[in-house]
């Protein structure tokens, strides 16, 4: 070691290590003076930070754009900020394909402005909280300048060309831009929402992300119209004149949490044209239901209620056909005993041409008028049948509709006398055959003649009275019958002595002479026998 000299000349051995001391503590000094100045650094920006994230739904931006009411959104999270997410955080949706290289590059213009975009209702200026509403920026009005590239530094450079809203509806440009007007194109909107018109705007100063530039883009909610046909029922006809209630069948609520309408509430009228078409006023997408309310001249009121659904795609060639019905009153006329149709009945009804009931027994009244009472009586019935049915009378109230019906139905009956005539044999109590019956009225005129077959005959339309029925050729020996006024069914049985009567009456009488011929020559055999052992039994003892 070399030693250095006092100023007189002599070497001083401490000089040279105090120097190089001196110089070690001023370089660590140094360093934790930078390291000091690094955290405070640190610790500034994420103050910006958690400041400016804090603020995204809450803060009052000057520049804005669009007036409107922000909505208060602070949740927690911090999906909103865009360096938080490279692969979109800002909104900003990468190139596929494109690598990331980290390149180091920071945004550092100071005339460059933050940008902060809010995607809301255009007719209540709520925020439509809906993610992946997606958009470009293009560097002029209309979206006719050249389409803006941005980029992210951090960990990795990555390249936007589509901006994406998050789950709040809002997202950041991810990289400040100059000064300059721009505008957003839509690509993609949300369920019941069309795409924004291009969304022109103007940065015209510099602003950080503690306090972005605020853009607040319009999207329409979507509308159509409900449409509707008439026709007859029967026909297909057309029927104009009419009109409907169109309520709402749930609840509708827009993306941006407005209640549009609540369940049930009536929401417009659809009036029919000459041609039976219909169409809404314009609708928020939804489920509705429409009720009659106004009903073409003969026609009821429509009783069903009619589901319907405003949808995007909703178009005049697809209206819902509805059905209609004239009011209409039908009677039915049967047998009483039976339950057959009656066929060739007349009826009369009022203000209008007698009617006459045809195969199925029934009759149909139309072009029946609203706020009126109708009658309608059975005048004559086919014969041999007889009116039971009293005059019936209805009326249509202003709907079209009878006791709240648009087609009831009435029944009613006619009847004839009906009487089964059955001759047996007295013995054996069966159907006889094979022989002649006649039966005669009160005034012995004959009222039916048959030739009996060993089954009962039934004779319809007989004028209720006495009769009497006689068998054969025996005038003298009639059976009274008393046909009554009635619908059901009346038995008469009458008996006969029969030729085979007679022949099981004396077979009987043989058969039974031989049984007791039989058992008095069984009592005399046995007496005799019994006579016999007696006499031999006395010859023994003597």
Request: hydrophobic content about 35%.
């Amino acid at each position: 070691m070399r030693k250095n000299k006092r100023s007189y000349g002599e070497e001083s051995y401490w000089k040279t290590s105090t120097d190089v001391m001196a110089g070690v503590l001023l370089v660590i000094l140094l360093i934790v003076m930078l390291l000091l100045l690094y955290l405070s650094q640190i610790h500034q920006g994420e103050s910006t930070y958690m400041n400016t994230y804090d603020t995204l739904d809450t803060f009052n931006g000057v520049n804005e754009t669009q007036p409107t009411t922000y909505l208060d959104n602070n949740d927690g999270t911090d999906s909103d900020h865009p360096y938080r997410d490279s692969s979109g955080g800002g909104g900003g949706v990468p190139n596929p394909g494109e690598d990331n290289p980290d390149t180091g590059k920071e945004d550092e213009g100071h005339d460059k402005t933050a940008v902060f975009v809010t995607v809301v209702d255009e007719e209540t200026g709520n925020v439509i909280k809906k993610e992946g509403i997606l958009f470009e920026l293009y560097a002029d009005k209309n979206a006719v300048g050249g389409l803006q590239t941005l980029h992210t530094y951090y960990p990795d450079k990555v390249e936007y060309k589509q901006y994406q809203t998050t789950k709040n509806g809002t997202f950041y440009l991810p990289e400040k831009i100059p000064r300059g007007w721009y505008s957003f194109h839509n690509l993609v909107a949300p369920e019941g929402y069309g795409l924004a018109e291009n969304f022109d705007f103007e940065v015209n100063e510099s602003l950080d992300w503690p306090d972005p530039f605020l853009v607040k883009i319009p999207l329409s909610p979507s509308k159509n119209r409900i449409y509707i046909r008439c026709v007859d029922a029967d026909t297909k006809e057309k029927i104009p004149a009419q009109a409907y209630d169109v309520f709402a069948a749930e609840n509708i609520v827009t993306l941006d949490g407005t209640m549009r309408y609540k369940s049930g509430q009536k929401v417009g009228t659809i009036t029919c044209d000459a041609n039976g078409f219909g169409a809404s006023e314009k609708l928020y997408l939804g489920k509705y239901y429409l009720s009659q309310t106004v009903t073409a001249p003969y026609y009821a009121r429509y009783l069903s209620r009619i589901d319907a659904e405003v949808k995007l795609t909703n178009n005049e060639n697809e209206a819902i056909i509805v059905q209609c019905n004239k009011t209409r009153a039908e009677f039915r006329l049967t047998d009483e005993y039976s339950g057959n149709p009656v066929k060739g009945a007349v009826y009369s009804v009022t203000d209008k041409e007698s009617m006459t009931t045809g195969e199925n027994g029934n009759i149909v009244i139309t072009d029946l008028d609203k706020d009126k009472t109708y009658t309608v009586k059975l005048e004559s019935v086919p014969e041999p049948y007889m009116i039971s049915a009293d005059a019936l009378s209805f009326s249509v109230d202003k709907d079209g509709l009878i006791s709240g019906e648009s087609s009831p139905v009435y029944e009613q009956t006619a009847y004839m006398t009906r009487l089964s005539v059955d001759v047996k044999d007295i013995i054996f109590k069966n159907s006889i055959s094979g022989v002649d019956l006649t039966l005669y009225d009160s005034r012995d005129a004959e009222a039916d003649v048959w030739n009996a077959y060993g089954e009962e005959r039934v004779i319809e339309g007989l004028v209720p009275g006495p009769y009497y029925l006689v068998v054969g050729d025996n005038e003298s020996d009639r059976t009274k019958i008393d046909v009554k006024d009635t619908a059901q069914m009346q038995r008469s049985e009458t008996y006969i002595w029969t030729l085979w009567d007679t022949i099981l009456v004396i077979a009987s009488v043989v058969l039974f002479a031989i049984v007791v011929f039989m058992i008095i020559r069984l009592i005399r055999y046995r007496r005799k026998k019994k006579a016999n052992a007696q006499q031999k039994d006395s010859i023994e003892k003597e």
